[in-house]
C-alpha cells in the first residue's frame, strides 16, 4: 500500500513570481528535482503531471536517488524509473502518468532527487511556481549523473513532477490547503522552512502542502491556478493516505481588489463575506464525502499589508468569526490570534513577519505548526 509523502500542486505555464523555465519548456536536456518526503518507506514511485500541456509530454527516461547537496546524489543509489514496465512515456495532454515502484529505502524527512531526461520538445510545461529550493537543468541524458556537476542552469520552480509516493502504508497524512503561506512565500529558501515542513517534524505524520501562491477559493487565476473549490480533488483527494485537511485559504479572494500593482489582480472581483464562507462550505462538503476530518484556520492578521484596507477589514473579521464560532469545521485553528501583534490585532506580530505585513518568516510558520498541531 502507497502513501503520498510529497506533493506540488500543478499549475499552468506562465512568469510566475520570478523568472522559470514553464513557458520555454525543455528539449535534449535533463531536469532535476530534490523535494522532502513527508514519511519513509523501502519502495518508491513518483507521478508525474502534464495537466496544462497543449500535446503529449514524452519522458525518455526518469531516474530517483537519495539527495546529498545540490544536484547531487549518493553515490549507489540511483533507480531507473519505468511505467506499466517500459523505460520511457508518453504522457498525453491534460494527463498523468504513475512509475511503477522500485526499491530504495528512504526515511521520514529524507530528500529523494527525482531526475527526467526530456529528449523531445516538451512545449510550455506543466509546472509549480514558487518550490523555495532549486531545480537544475542540464544538456543532454544526465540520468545517471552522480556528483551534479553537469546541471549548470537552476530555478526555484517544480516542473512536471506532481507526487512522490512510498511504500509506507499510512493513511494518518495531513494536507494543508491555501495560498502562498501554505506554499511557504517568506521562508527561508532550501531550508525546508515551511509551515507544512514545521508540521511534519512537530507531529511525525506525512504532511502534504497543497498550496499555491497567488490561488484564490472562488475564482480562477492566469498565474495563481484554479479556484480552491475545484482543484481541491486533484490536489488533496486523489492522494492516498490522507485523513486530515486544514484550509487556511482566504486571504487573496479578500486582498487582491485592494491593489493594483501586479497586473494579474485586474479585474479582481469584490468578495464578500457569504461568498468566501459559501466557499469554505463547500471545500468542507467534499472532503467530508471523502470522510476527511477538516480543520479550519483563521486568516493571518495583514493589516498594513498590500492586501489591507476597509472591506478587506470588513470581510476578514466575518470569515475569521465563522471559522471561530459556526461549528462547521471539527477543529478551529486560531492562527490570527497566534500570530496578532499584542498591541494591534490586525497585524502580524514583527518577530513573525517576513517583511511585507502579510506572510510569516521562519518562526512565524513555526507558531503555526505548534497551533495545528494542537487540534490535529
Not at 506532481?162 to 491555501?178: H, I, K, P, Q, W
Not at 525546508?192 to 475564482?219: E, F, K, Q, Y
Not at 463575506?273 to 471545500?283: F, K, N, P, T
Request: hydrophobic share 40%.
Amino acid at each position: 500500500m502507497f502513501t503520498t509523502v510529497w506533493t506540488a500542486s500543478p499549475q499552468r505555464p506562465s512568469e510566475g513570481f520570478t523568472a522559470n523555465w514553464s513557458q520555454e519548456g525543455f528539449w535534449r536536456q535533463s531536469l532535476r528535482q530534490a523535494v522532502r518526503l513527508g514519511a519513509g518507506g523501502d519502495r518508491v514511485r513518483i507521478r508525474l503531471s502534464n495537466a496544462y500541456g497543449a500535446s503529449p509530454l514524452r519522458i525518455a527516461g526518469a531516474t530517483v536517488a537519495r539527495t546529498t547537496r545540490g544536484a547531487a546524489v549518493e553515490p549507489g543509489s540511483v533507480r531507473r524509473l519505468t511505467f506499466a514496465g517500459a523505460a520511457s512515456a508518453e504522457i498525453p495532454a491534460r494527463g498523468e502518468a504513475v512509475s511503477d515502484a522500485t526499491e530504495l529505502t528512504l526515511d521520514s524527512g529524507d530528500s529523494a532527487t527525482v531526475t527526467l531526461h526530456l529528449d523531445a520538445t516538451t512545449g510550455p510545461a506543466t509546472f509549480h511556481a514558487q518550490a523555495f529550493t532549486t531545480s537544475y537543468r542540464g544538456t543532454g541524458d544526465r540520468l545517471e549523473d552522480v556528483t551534479g556537476e553537469g546541471f549548470d542552469e537552476a530555478t526555484e520552480s517544480w516542473y512536471f513532477l506532481s507526487a512522490v509516493e512510498v511504500s509506507a502504508g499510512r493513511t494518518d497524512g495531513v494536507a494543508l490547503f491555501g495560498d502562498s503561506i501554505t506554499d511557504g512565500f517568506g521562508s527561508t529558501p532550501g531550508a525546508n522552512r515551511r509551515w507544512s515542513d514545521a508540521l511534519g517534524a512537530r507531529t511525525g505524520r506525512p504532511v502534504l502542502n497543497a498550496g499555491i501562491g497567488g490561488n484564490l477559493v472562488l475564482n480562477d487565476s492566469a498565474w495563481y491556478g484554479e479556484k480552491g473549490v475545484h482543484r481541491l480533488e486533484r490536489d488533496v483527494l486523489a492522494h492516498a493516505g490522507v485523513s486530515t485537511l486544514v484550509v487556511l485559504h482566504g486571504l487573496n479572494d479578500i486582498g487582491f481588489s485592494e491593489t493594483d500593482e501586479q497586473p494579474t489582480y485586474v479585474p479582481a472581483p469584490v468578495v464578500e463575506g457569504d461568498e468566501l464562507i459559501a466557499g469554505h462550505r463547500e471545500l468542507i462538503r467534499q472532503a467530508r464525502v471523502r470522510g476527511l476530518r477538516v480543520i479550519g484556520a483563521t486568516l493571518l492578521p495583514f493589516g498594513g499589508s498590500d492586501h489591507w484596507g476597509e472591506r478587506a477589514a470588513k470581510v476578514s473579521h466575518e470569515l475569521n468569526e465563522w471559522i471561530r464560532c459556526s461549528g462547521e469545521y471539527d477543529a478551529v485553528a486560531d492562527l490570527s490570534r497566534a500570530l496578532a501583534d499584542p498591541a494591534d490585532p490586525d497585524a502580524l506580530r514583527a518577530a513573525y513577519d517576513f517583511g511585507d505585513h502579510l506572510h510569516p518568516n521562519d518562526a512565524g510558520y513555526e507558531v503555526m505548526a505548534e497551533v495545528v498541531a494542537g487540534v490535529l
